[in-house]
């Protein structure tokens, strides 16, 4: 008997019900726990890999060997297909954040599955794009914002994108360290610290250990402009 897979379920789907079947079917379940490395930067690519549940980091480390942050993905994302569109190294390392669950498809399987489902190529040319731009601003943000306005603009979308109501505000439910934090937006650990004292200070966050809460959105939002 055939194992049918389970659809992802998100807001903004990736693929169309059907081609993410398809693809699924290509594919073998895999889970990792969480600070599990699922590739790291400079791996010849052999496979890429449709998250399923849990979050996991993107980053690239420094000659010195400090960190930084590139992305943050979670359910519906997929992982390691510019390497096997284009062959080359990996061009990050991937980590999981939380306990994730995954599924993995080979790259030729994976290249075959495009070839003969043309708008699920269109739509990951439209990721890549979209991921790209988004690249791009960040570069603009570094150059543009003190470490205060980076901290708030990466918050802000952190309680968009991985926020739960949670009484009289939104808690980020994802277990992002200080460090991170700051290798996300370019900035000391001790820059990162400050900034979250003076969100809190002025009540736009509230702070307890790993869990940030953004009580006033809104202000967050203008704080980061």
Do not use: N
Not at 130 to 148: I, N, P, Q
Request: hydrophobic share 40%.
């Amino acid at each position: 008997m055939v194992h049918e897979p389970g659809l992802l379920t998100r807001t903004d789907p990736l693929l169309a019900e059907q081609d993410q079947r398809d693809l699924l079917r290509m594919g073998r379940r895999r889970c990792w726990p969480a600070g599990a490395t699922l590739f790291s930067e400079g791996d010849q690519s052999t496979t890429v890999v449709l998250v399923l549940s849990g979050r996991a980091k993107v980053f690239s480390l420094t000659e010195q060997g400090g960190e930084v942050l590139l992305a943050i993905r979670g359910p519906g994302a997929l992982l390691g297909e510019m390497s096997a569109l284009d062959g080359a190294p990996r061009s990050a390392s991937v980590s999981a954040l939380e306990p994730l669950e995954a599924y993995v498809v080979g790259v030729s399987a994976f290249l075959d599955f495009l070839a003969t489902h043309p708008e699920a190529a269109v739509r990951i040319i439209r990721m890549i794009v979209s991921r790209l731009r988004d690249a791009d601003r960040k570069r603009v943000e570094f150059g543009t914002y003190d470490a205060l306005g980076r901290v708030a603009l990466r918050l802000a979308e952190l309680a968009d994108r991985f926020g739960a109501e949670a009484g009289h505000g939104v808690r980020i439910t994802l277990p992002l360290t200080q460090d991170e934090l700051a290798a996300w937006t370019g900035s000391s650990r001790e820059s990162v610290t400050k900034a979250l004292r003076t969100l809190r200070r002025q009540g736009i966050i509230e702070t307890s250990r790993r869990s940030v809460s953004v009580v006033d959105l809104d202000r967050l939002r203008d704080r980061a402009r």
